[in-house]
């Protein structure tokens, strides 16, 4: 009944965003980096840590520095989606929130788990604010991602308070039912990428600190090695990674091969659960063997499909 409840509260809430934010003219204007070609609502993202919020108000407030940090950077990117904010002072923001998870979780002390999970969230966070760029991927790759989180915690085992899982995925149901569209009512903006792989990041590092078990890693395979590639290919290109582009597998599907952006969409939330799911019937998470021979196939894959793209000529890498 409780999640019925931050349900319908949290529809309302979209809902009177979207009145503000028309208001206020925060609004996504195309332009020949983007996918879509049409003014669109941007930061209904806004209500994922809206749902996290909720439910640390109505249960007791657990995991407060946690909250802390992802209320800093909720702000900083909700602002930086309003108007541009400057960068040192984006980069502080980040790394404030950072430090709280760090605190919340007390990394300090862990040594190498420290580092590798320094690493993660600068990743995943980059990861899925890159990856953010059609309707429904932020909100159907993170609807699997939680909802594989959500199974490990309830019959694996509990790493979290189960509440924290469920009410982000209320979240995610929530904005899907917005952005899940041909013509999507509103997009996710930093706010939302940036706050949802916040959440993510903290759930995943709890679960690793629980296990000791870092190669639950391959729970984000698609999106990272998407990126990673991405990022190597431009590299070697000679194009500065820091300039906006189309250049992700993703981006290549919906602007050079025509396909639809839910197809797209669907695609990779569907490759990540057959993933997830061989790791979770399996039982293999304990095999580094396994770990890096799963994602030296994946990686084939990746690079087989790119080059089905690219084959075509249809596209070639440039900076924007």
Known sequence: MMYLFYLILLFAAELAYFKIANHYNIIDKPNHRSSHSEITIRGGGIIFPLSVLLWFVGTGFQYPLFISGLIIISTISFIDDIREFPKRWRLLAHLA?????????????ANWMLLAAFIIIVGVINAYNFM???NGITGIYSLVTLSTLLYINQYQVIFINTGLILSAIIGIIVFNFFNFRKKAVCFAGDVGSISIAFIICFLLIKLMLTTGNISYVLILAVYGIDTAFTMILRLTNGENIFLAHRAHLYQLLVNERGFKHLTVAIIY???????NLNLLITGRFNS???????LIILSIIYLVLRYWVNNRQLYKTKPF
Not at 97 to 109: C, E, H, R, T, Y
Not at 269 to 275: A, D, E, R, S
Not at 288 to 294: D, E, S
């Open 97 to 109: 929130a950072i430090v709280m998870v760090f605190w919340q979780l007390n990394l300090f002390s």
């Open 288 to 294: 580094y063997i396994f770990l890096g021979g799963f």
């Open 269 to 275: 939330g569907f490759i990540q659960l057959l993933i």
């Open 132 to 134: 953010d760029g059609i």
